[in-house]
């Protein structure tokens, strides 16, 4: 590991009398003591972490809990993209001239992993990406690069069954969800952004499980909402405008543009206690199913009033572990392979989703 702390060094005394000398000395013995003791010798490893947009509650609670498990282990300097891979490359351009231990990326564009690879290897620090998944290309560049994430066909296949199961799971006879009783259901898809590969394998993934349960979906819009919950708002305006009353179904990428969905539906009536029983359910009119991903701690508490039917959980919380933990292994030459979360392949940690609802 390379050393990054200079010791102070005692300066020029000139000419000053005895007991100033005396008294300086003394000083500096004590500056120098407390200096060793407080982390000249026994320092944390300098870890930077940049990630690619704080402003996305999935993100912002993700980089809160790689914190949290990191306290006390690493020395972890944060940089918040602001959506920019540009700022990002300048973040981390500035970054690497201190000479960090090791970088934990969330790429702003999952592309710009290839320089971010090449910058760290040329200067030989190991690189743990999240979240947004480098091509598997970029990672194979150099040994020192790693990836942890969760599989994103299998939170599109828990998406799924969670609707299948709602909708009574025989696809010849849907129960009362099929609001028009014409054996298909009505459906927008709320899609993240454009190339991140959870956005492009969910909608995929989704609309694939229920064809293989034979399971007859009418897809109405296909609306990209970027992830984010004022655009999700914004966009379900048009679209209950041009579809109304023949929606029976939103599945969205991730809960944030769910959110902002049910938002804009309770303004137009949605979502009301319309049968007086104090309770926002399936047995008030205009209750349509509206499913999300990530397990945000607002969409539980949505789950549990009533208006989102269920989302499944994206575990951030393993994720900042498995991240905490392999950094930690790398630079105290710590096998990898002995961590509870070992890499596969030598570079891929993969978390598993899980379906929530309130059953
Ligand atoms: C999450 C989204 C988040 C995105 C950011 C996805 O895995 O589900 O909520 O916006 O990552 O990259």
């Known amino acids: 590991m390379r050393s990054r702390y200079q010791c102070p060094r005692s300066g020029k005394t000139g000419q000053l009398p005895i007991k100033w000398i005396t008294a300086a000395a003394i000083g500096v013995l004590v500056l120098v003591l407390v200096v060793a003791a407080a982390g000249c010798t026994s320092e944390a490893p300098e870890v930077a972490l940049f990630y690619y947009n704080g402003e996305d509650p999935y993100i912002h609670t993700f980089v809160e809990q790689i914190k949290e498990r990191a306290a006390g282990r690493l020395a972890l300097t944060g940089y918040d993209a602001r959506n920019s891979q540009t700022l990002q ?40 990406f999240f979240n947004r998944e480098p091509l598997s290309e970029d990672l194979e560049l150099w040994s020192q690069t790693y990836y942890v994430g969760a599989r994103a066909e299998q939170s599109a296949r828990f998406q799924a069954r969670l609707i299948i199961d709602l909708f009574g799971g025989d696809p010849a006879k849907l129960n009362a969800y099929d609001t028009d009783g014409d054996g298909a259901i009505q459906t927008i898809i709320l899609k993240g952004e454009q190339g991140h590969q959870d956005a492009e394998i969910r909608t995929a993934e989704v609309l694939r499980a229920f064809e293989t349960a034979q399971f007859e979906l009418d897809i109405l819009a296909i609306e990209v909402s970027n992830w984010d919950r ?130």
Request: glycine content about 8%; overall charge negative.
């Open 89 to 128: 490359n300048e973040q981390i351009d500035g970054a690497l001239a201190d000479a960090p231990d090791l970088l934990i990326v969330n790429p702003v564009d999952r592309l710009g992993a290839y320089t971010i690879v090449n910058r760290a290897r040329k200067e030989g620090v190991p690189v743990i």
């Open 230 to 359: 004022s655009e999700a708002y914004n966009r379900m305006e048009e679209l209950l405008e041009a579809f109304g009353e023949q929606v029976e179904l939103i599945i969205s990428n991730n809960d944030a543009m769910a959110l902002g969905a049910i938002s804009r539906m309770r303004q137009e009536g949605y979502f009301a206690d319309t049968n007086g029983d104090g309770a926002i359910d399936a047995a008030d009119e205009r209750w349509i199913p509206v499913v999300g991903i990530d397990g945000l701690d607002e969409a539980v508490r949505q789950i549990e009033d009533g208006y989102l039917y269920g989302t499944v959980k994206n575990d951030s919380l393993r994720m900042a572990e498995a991240i905490v933990d392999l950094a930690e292994a790398l630079l105290t030459g710590t096998d990898p392979a002995e961590l509870t979360f070992p890499p596969e392949d030598g570079t891929y940690i993969w978390i598993d989703y899980q379906p929530f609802t309130l059953e």
